[in-house]
Every structure is written in structure tokens, then in C-alpha cells.
Nanobody, 118 residues
């Protein structure tokens, strides 16, 4: 499994970005795709996930109403749409994958940096 994250950049507070995670190497119908972030000096934090088979999503409370996760089956790509960005959203964002029946995230993409200026 290969995961390629992209779409990070510099944005002003209140702005939006869409991160992409292109997945390859197998079919992902039995997988969960996740987004994590790591802010400077902090531990990596789970942001949300999407179950590939049915598209159901979950995001953490701090981003609920601002971040949305979606997928494009044809492109084997998962997206993290981030609206109303805040300076505290500044972090390196990572996508990850695991099989539905496994709790640990065993596939990781490289990070993409999101910087939100105030």
C-alpha cells in the first residue's frame, strides 16, 4: 500500500484547504482511511477517518463542522476538506490506512504541511 498526501500550504485564518491522499497498491474496500496531524512540539493527533466501503465518516470534536472527509472511488483518493481554518490547525497532516478489522494504522503517507496564519 502506498499513500501520497498533498495539498498543504499557507493559508490565512478563516481560509480553506483541501488535502488529498492518493492510495495505491490494492483495492481498499476493506480499509479505513484516516487523517492525523502533528503540530510543532506536540504528539500526533487523530483527526478523522472514513470507512472506504460505505463512506461513513468521523471527525474529532475540535474540527467538527469545519473539516469533512470524503473519497473518490474512481481515483482511489481520500480528501480532507478544511474550512474556517484556525492557527491551531497548523500542523503536518498525514493520511493513514488500516484494514477494517485491525485497530492499528499500519500504512502511512508522507506528511503535508498546513500553516494557518493569524
Amino acid at each position: 500500500v502506498q499513500l501520497q498526501a498533498s495539498g498543504g500550504g499557507l493559508v490565512q485564518a478563516g481560509g480553506s484547504l483541501r488535502l488529498s491522499c492518493a492510495a495505491s497498491g490494492r483495492t481498499f474496500g476493506s480499509y479505513v482511511m484516516g487523517w492525523f496531524r502533528q503540530a510543532p512540539g506536540k504528539e500526533r493527533e487523530f483527526v478523522g477517518r472514513i470507512i472506504w466501503s460505505d463512506g461513513s465518516t468521523y471527525v474529532i470534536d475540535s474540527v467538527k463542522g469545519r473539516f469533512t472527509i470524503s473519497r473518490d472511488n474512481a481515483k482511489n483518493t481520500v480528501y480532507l476538506r478544511m474550512n474556517n481554518l484556525k492557527p491551531e490547525d497548523t500542523a503536518v497532516y498525514y493520511c493513514a490506512a488500516r484494514r477494517v478489522e485491525i485497530r492499528g494504522w499500519n500504512y502511512w503517507g508522507q506528511g503535508t504541511l498546513v500553516t494557518v496564519s493569524s
